[in-house]
């Protein structure tokens, strides 16, 4: 993958900046994009110091024209790209009911619309060059329900789903799209989750109230465990996989 480019969403979070760091480790030139352009300066700050070839594009992947204006801005000057990693994410906690207008929109604005919008500004620009890889990042909730999660895990399962009819329609210009769906990855997003210091007991060992089971290899992911996937379904090892779901969740979803 050395002197390849990729383009990454959600670049300064705990998954977003494994899989930057993972791509730039393999001589991959990377566009960071996040829309907190602080934390996004701080990591792509710390990468570059360790020699990583990584770039910071502060943008919110939320708007078309936006996405067009980021693609444009970073094939201009990082180069075409290869891969989109589709990270960007949010997560509003409540039952299905007590979803405020607002926590549904920015669920779905994010987690479902961002993708389509970035895949959308990338792909295009794909097709003419008859290849490319993209892997959006959902979640293994987007298949097994969970309390409290209506909205995330109705718009990750909307983004899978896109990804793969991506996928299909693009597959005749050797453009391959999977999906990447963690379970409980040691990230902010899920200490969030968290209201006391069982919060970790209750995510290793399940928690039956909730009717959810444990993680049976008994740890969570780390972001560099989802990144490797990640990185593996981007590369030409995976050249013959496409519109495919790799879950890492260490069978907290009993493999379904």
């Not at 990468?47 to 990584?54: I, N, R, S, Y």
């Not at 995976?238 to 493999?255: C, E, F, K, N, Q």
């Amino acid at each position: 993958m050395r002197d390849r480019t990729a383009l990454v969403t959600g670049a300064a979070g705990g998954i977003g900046e494994a899989v930057v760091r993972a791509l730039g480790g393999l001589g991959v030139t990377v566009a960071a994009v996040d829309k907190d352009a602080a934390r996004l300066e701080e990591v792509v700050g710390k990468l570059t110091a360790e020699g990583l070839p990584v770039r910071a594009f502060p943008a919110d992947v939320t708007t078309g024209d936006g996405a067009e204006r980021l693609v444009a801005d970073v094939e201009d000057t990082v180069g075409p790209l290869g891969h989109l990693v589709n990270g960007a994410g949010v997560l509003r906690l409540a039952k299905a009911w007590e979803l405020t207008d607002r926590d549904w929109a920015e669920t779905f604005a994010v987690n479902v619309t961002g993708a389509f919008f970035m895949s959308r500004a990338v792909v295009r620009r794909m097709i003419p060059r008859r290849s490319g890889a993209v892997v959006t990042i959902a979640s293994n909730a987007a298949g097994t329900a969970r309390a409290d999660m209506a909205a995330y895990s109705a718009s990750k399962a909307a983004a899978a789903m896109f990804t793969k009819c991506l996928g299909l329609e693009a597959a005749e210009y050797g453009i391959r799209c999977n999906v990447v769906a963690p379970g409980s990855t040691e990230t902010p997003m899920l200490t969030s989750m968290w209201k006391d210091e069982q919060g970790r007991t209750a995510t290793l060992e399940g928690s039956p109230g909730a009717y959810r089971v444990g993680i049976p290899l008994g740890k969570l992911a780390r972001p560099s465990d989802v990144a490797e996937a990640v990185v593996f379904l981007l590369s030409d090892r995976a050249s013959h996989i496409t519109m495919h779901s790799l879950t890492v969740d260490g069978g907290a979803t009993l493999g379904v």
